[in-house]
């Protein structure tokens, strides 16, 4: 299955969340395709030296802003869309902590606002949603048809319920309104531009390794993950762009590993000296996750190339680099 690109010169792309690690990666893809970008983010968990090197580019924009505010006056916003991107939410475990109504806000009332305006627009219109829209899965590996096994009132239910309303909201605009809209469920993805500090485990291991710390593996370590090097779930996340697909499609590797392997193929990448410690385990930490990549594999022809040692030793120089 070959997709052919249908962005790129002469587009409007507008990429919400676009100072963020993956969108601003996706960014990068989208200008080096000819493409005329904005980038809209309040930067909450974002920074600008993410898109630092994109600031002389003419075909780039960014614009500081809250979509769950709506999208505010500014001449860039003006003009018509061709694609509309909503990667905007804080990602990270501790964020559900920090700022629940801000994740809940984003993954609705900002989802409406975007998915009006591509309707107006008649723009494809892209939702980033998540493998937490999963839960803790009773299914393993995850396919799309799996409805999911989420506590509603858990700490963790911002987010996973901000994204499958997201979803549904995608899905309701596609069916009663043709809008043309696809659905990513992405799945644990790293790689340079993660804040040091956001509360991820590869970030987290990461730091503390190069650090000499503790590495402090949350419960027993067992519970799993399958990681993404951040360029592979970048080309997924086109090929849907592209594609005429509404999905939901998982993107994602294979790649399942223990929080425990995890911590110990770090240490050992990062020639550290570090321990490897447990803490307390956060409330609703699912125990495995693995996507189910057929779709993605039938009706993209996505196919991840990055192994995590490749991709790890590339983070860990990106962190090296950062630490000094
Ligand atoms: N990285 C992963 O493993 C992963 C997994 C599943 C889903 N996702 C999704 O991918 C997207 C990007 O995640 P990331 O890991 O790059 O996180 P990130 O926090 O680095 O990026 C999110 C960006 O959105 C911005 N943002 C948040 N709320 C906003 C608002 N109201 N208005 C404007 N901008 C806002 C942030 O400032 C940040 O720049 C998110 O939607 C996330 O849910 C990521």
């Not at 990270?92 to 998915?115: N, W």
């Not at 939702?127 to 590996?141: F, Q």
């Not at 390794?209 to 951040?230: D, F």
């Not at 495995?288 to 590339?314: F, H, K, W």
């Amino acid at each position: 299955m070959n997709v052919a690109p249908r962005f790129g010169t002469g587009h409007r792309v507008l990429v919400t969340g676009g100072a963020g690690f993956v969108p601003s990666h996706l960014v990068d893809r989208l200008v080096e395709r000819g493409c005329t970008v904005v980038a809209l983010d309040n930067f909450v968990t974002g920074s600008k030296e993410n898109v630092a090197h994109l600031l002389d580019t003419p075909t780039f924009t960014m614009v500081e802003a809250d979509i769950s505010d709506g999208l505010p006056a500014h001449p860039t916003l003006a003009e018509r869309f061709d694609a509309i991107l909503h990667m905007a939410s804080p990602a990270s475990p501790t964020d559900f902590e920090k700022l629940p109504v801000e994740i809940l806000r984003v993954g609705s009332v900002g989802t409406l606002h975007l998915l009006d305006r591509a309707l107006a627009d008649g723009a494809r219109f892209l939702m980033a949603s998540t493998s937490e829209a999963y839960g803790d899965p009773k299914e393993h590996p995850q396919r799309e048809t799996y409805w999911g096994n989420v506590n509603p009132i858990g700490v963790r239910a911002v987010y996973d319920e901000a994204k499958r309303f997201s979803e549904a909201a995608t899905m309701a605009y596609h069916r009663s309104r043709g809008l043309d809209a696809a659905i990513v469920r992405i799945f644990n993805t790293y790689g340079p531009r993660m804040r040091p500090d956001d509360g991820r485990a590869i970030p987290t291991f990461i730091s503390q390794a190069l650090r000499g710390e503790p590495i402090t593996v949350h419960g027993t370590g067992n519970q799993t993950r399958s990681i993404c090097y951040v360029d592979d779930l970048v080309r997924g996340i086109l090929l849907l762009l592209d594609s005429t697909e509404t999905g939901p499609i998982n993107c994602g590797t294979e790649h399942e590993m223990s929080m425990r392997q995890l911590a110990e193929t770090i240490v050992s990448l990062c020639a550290s000296s570090s321990e490897v410690t447990y803490i307390t385990r956060n409330a609703d930490d699912p125990e495995m996750r693995r996507p189910d990549l057929t779709l993605a594999r039938e009706l993209l022809g996505y196919e991840p190339t990055v192994s995590p040692e490749e991709g790890l030793r590339r983070t860990i120089a990106y962190f090296r680099s950062r630490l000094g």
